[in-house]
């Protein structure tokens, strides 16, 4: 320290918030008799313009070299006075705050003692003060690109976003085909839209964006650095199909020798397609795909005397040989938008879905009701389906009259872990007994349902229209469901009449919820994710920072965050997407001050910091200690965020903090405890 301290301390009334408790005239009394303070003062709104510039008059006119201020917590208001040091041309770092607002009048009631606390709170931050040390941000330089995984609505929306701004996009989408949840859905509540209608330009766009790179079929293996610096590696896997000679025209799929006999993932079991495929007929890119673990070529090594599709594909578009590619990149900003799973209806055996044919779940129905679909928009039930195990030829279909939906599957149910509720299941089931009742007139639909959750833009008035138009709404929640004769029973109980029920039905549709995806521990991994209690990934504040996570430049988009519908899925990767801009535009982002260092010179290289450290900041490294070459650890200021985990593990406490260090601490426990 080269300047002698000259203390400013400020205590705030914070209107009555610290005054009604702690009497503020006594405790800036008190602080203007401490050592090394100049000027002591009080006021009734320190962040306010006039409080901010009373500091700033003082630091120029008393020739203040520190402040300190005593109000709320400084995750309300350090950065506002670090700004306001910095105006009056102090190094932002030598303030100090007193939280005698949360951690005082908050917490007490007594007023004389209160006040007491809030002296011993601020001549702590007084003795800290006087040991503080200028500190200086540091600026790096930012990658003009950004990664986003997930090619759903929410990354393609992203994607979109970002490209149109100017910058480079790479897509990374694991199937064949963007498009997501969505390119499975008929309409759309509440104003039902075809969702193709909708999503196709969007996939198209996206496909030929000259910013985006649209990397399908693809995963993300490795992620290192940091915020404007993250190096990317990517596999592409093989998909047996040159990319530049594939026309799309379908004719190996009809030639495949397993054609309709594989289940489609895209059609939900309710269709089947060839070994290699075309995911959905506006797949983006058109472009077809050797399924490896069906394949009987690849599998088996033969098939036939030679494989039809090589043989039926004329521009040579067929190549057994193609290998997994690995692709490098460097981005500014990673945006996660891996989406979710529905409800494996198969966890509530209690509902017969492995049993009967007749038990579907609702994204099982946005199939059958697709014009695009297996059954052309019928609604045909094939008997033999599952369970019954009957031969194909023996297979029957029907069409169903007696229609039950149940509600909440797999949602608001602890019994599966799932407390939360998917926000979507209510209007879907809603937009699905509509799009029934338009193709069966005289069917009789009904809903099972603990709540109606009709809370978005238009929902209220569509759920009274489909009433309106004889869906039945029962309150209830089904405990079983079991086969008499050729009919599904409903068993139940009426819970606004508190009467049994037993409903006779054709067709049961489970309205399964949206959960994390079961894969979502890769990215996790990847990324170091945090979830949160529900397991979807977790936001770096829920109001505040809704599209953040605790790692800087890394978003969230859509549903991989937590259920939601295609209006407010799009509205969160446009604040992704502009939250990612923010540092590409600006080219370059500065990083923190207040992080670890080591001492190179008493590091023991026991590496439980590197074990410790939740941002992967730190490494050990090997250096030359008077000639003898020893492990140290090294910490990757970009990375480090402050958080002090380190410093706490560290046994030779060779590991410190910036403006946390044990000498600017310890004599502020030793005032606390003194006093
Ligand atoms: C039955 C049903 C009906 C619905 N009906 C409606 C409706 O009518 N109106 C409405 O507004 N909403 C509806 N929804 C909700 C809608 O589906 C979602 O809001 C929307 O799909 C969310 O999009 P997303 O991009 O977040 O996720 P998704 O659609 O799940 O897309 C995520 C994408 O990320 C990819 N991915 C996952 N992990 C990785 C990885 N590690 N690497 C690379 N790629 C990865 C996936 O393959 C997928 O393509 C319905 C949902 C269901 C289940």
């Given at each position: 320290?080269?300047n002698?301290?000259k203390?400013?301390?400020?205590v705030c ?5 610290i ?15 401490l050592p090394?303070?100049?000027v002591?003062?009080?006021?009734s ?6 409080g901010?510039?009373?500091i700033?008059?003082?630091?120029k ?10 109000s709320c ?9 670090r700004?306001?040091?910095?105006e009056a041309?102090?190094n932002p ?6 939280n005698?607002?949360?951690q005082c009048s ?16 601020v001549?702590a931050?007084?003795?800290k ?5 200028p500190?200086?941000e540091?600026?790096?330089g ?10 759903g609505i929410?990354?393609i929306?992203?994607?979109l ?10 897509l ?5 085909s963007?498009g997501g949840?969505?390119s499975?859905?008929?309409?759309t ?5 075809c ?11 996206v496909g030929?964006?000259?910013?985006i ?7 993300v ?24 000679k ?22 939900v ?5 060839a070994?290699i495929y075309?995911p959905?007929?506006?797949?983006v ?17 033969k098939c ?6 090589v043989d039926?594909?004329?521009p040579g578009?067929i190549?057994?040989?193609q290998?997994?590619?690995i692709v490098?990149f ?15 209806a198969?966890?509530?055996?209690e ?15 946005e199939?059958?009701v697709?014009?695009s679909?297996?059954?052309?928009g ?12 009957k031969?194909k ?6 069409t169903p009259?007696?229609i039950?939906?149940?509600s909440c599957v797999?949602?608001?149910d ?8 998917s ?18 007139p ?5 809903v099972?349902y ?7 833009k238009?929902?209220?008035e ?9 869906v ?9 469901v ?9 068993k139940?109980?009426?819970?606004l009449?508190?009467?049994p029920i037993?409903?006779?039905v054709?067709?049961?549709?489970l309205?399964v919820?949206?959960e994390?995806r079961?894969?979502a ?11 949160s209690?529900?397991?979807?990934f977790m ?13 800087d ?15 407010d899925?799009v ?25 670890a260092h080591?001492?190179?010179?008493t590091?023991?290289g026991c590496g ?7 941002y ?21 200021e970009a ?5 002090g ?8 406490g060779?590991?410190q903090?910036?403006?946390?260090m ?8 030793a005032v606390?405890?003194?006093?």
């Amino acid at each position: 320290m080269n300047n002698k301290p000259k203390i400013g301390v400020y205590v705030c009334h914070c209107g009555i918030n610290i005054a009604k408790t702690v009497d503020v005239d006594a405790v800036a009394e008190f602080a203007s008799h401490l050592p090394n303070v100049k000027v002591s003062r009080e006021y009734s709104y320190m962040c306010s313009d006039p409080g901010q510039l009373l500091i700033k008059e003082d630091i120029k006119n008393e020739g203040l070299n520190r402040v300190v201020v005593a109000s709320c917590s400084p995750r309300m208001h350090e950065l506002t006075f670090r700004k306001t040091l910095a105006e009056a041309e102090l190094n932002p770092y030598y303030l100090e705050m007193a939280n005698i607002r949360e951690q005082c009048s908050w917490v007490h009631e007594d007023r004389e003692k209160a006040t007491e606390k809030a002296k011993k709170l601020v001549a702590a931050a007084v003795y800290k003060a006087r040991l503080l040390e200028p500190l200086q941000e540091n600026e790096v330089g930012v990658e003009p690109a950004t990664l986003i995984i997930g090619g759903g609505i929410a990354g393609i929306q992203a994607a979109l976003d970002i490209a149109n701004a100017g910058f480079k996009v790479y897509l990374v989408e694991k199937t064949p085909s963007v498009g997501g949840r969505m390119s499975q859905l008929d309409k759309t509540f509440p104003t039902l839209d075809c969702s193709a209608c909708i999503l196709t330009p969007k996939m198209v766009d996206v496909g030929s964006h000259p910013n985006i790179e649209l990397l399908t079929y693809s995963e993300v293996e490795d992620i290192s650095g940091y915020i404007g610096n993250f190096d990317i590696k990517v596999r592409k896997k093989a998909r047996y199909v040159d990319m530049d000679k594939c026309t799309g025209c379908g004719i190996c799929a009809e030639e495949c020798r397993l054609t309709g006999r594989i289940s489609s993932e895209y059609e939900v079991g309710m269709g089947n397609r060839a070994a290699i495929y075309l995911p959905f007929p506006q797949a983006v890119p058109a472009k077809y795909t050797i399924d490896p673990e069906r394949c009987l070529f690849l599998t088996r090594g033969k098939c036939g005397k030679s494989p039809k599709c090589v043989d039926a594909c004329a521009p040579g578009a067929i190549d057994f040989e193609q290998k997994d590619e690995i692709v490098e990149f460097k981005v500014g900003a990673i945006i996660v938008a891996t989406g979710f799973d529905v409800f494996d209806a198969s966890r509530k055996p209690e509902f017969g879905y492995n049993d009967y044919e007749n038990v579907i779940t609702s994204l099982e129905l946005e199939r059958l009701v697709a014009a695009s679909g297996p059954t052309e928009g019928n609604i045909i039930i094939g008997k033999g389906r599952k369970g019954e195990k009957k031969k194909k030829k023996d297979r029957e279909t029907f069409t169903p009259k007696e229609i039950a939906f149940i509600s909440c599957v797999g949602s608001r149910d602890e019994t599966v872990g799932n407390e939360y509720c998917s926000r979507v299941c209510c209007m879907y089931t809603a937009k699905l007994a509509h799009l029934l009742l338009e193709k069966i007139p005289d069917a009789n639909v009904r809903v099972y349902y603990m709540d109606v959750r009709a809370f978005g833009k238009g929902f209220e008035e569509f759920y009274d229209r489909v009433r309106r138009e004889g869906v039945r709404y029962i309150r209830g929640n089904p405990s079983e469901v079991f086969k008499r004769g050729d009919k599904l029973v409903i068993k139940a109980e009426n819970t606004l009449t508190s009467t049994p029920i037993e409903d006779e039905v054709d067709l049961v549709v489970l309205a399964v919820g949206l959960e994390p995806r079961q894969d979502a521990r890769e990215v996790i991994d990847l990324l170091r994710l945090s979830q949160s209690g529900d397991r979807f990934f977790m936001e770096a504040h829920p109001k505040l920072a809704p599209v953040d996570t605790a790692t800087d430049g890394v978003f969230l988009a859509g549903c991989s965050q937590g259920p939601k519908d295609i209006p407010d899925t799009v509205a969160q990767a446009k604040g992704a997407a502009s939250s990612a801009l923010g540092p590409l535009s600006s080219g370059k982002v500065m990083i923190q001050a207040q992080i670890a260092h080591v001492d190179e010179a008493t590091c023991r290289g026991c590496g439980f910091c590197v074990e410790t450290c939740p941002y992967t900041a730190i490494e050990l490294v090997t250096v030359n200690r008077v000639g003898h070459m020893v492990s140290v650890a090294k910490v990757n200021e970009a990375l480090c965020k402050g958080c002090g985990a380190c410093t706490a593990a560290c046994l030779s406490g060779s590991i410190q903090q910036r403006s946390f260090m044990d000498e600017q601490i310890l004599p502020q426990i030793a005032v606390l405890g003194g006093m």
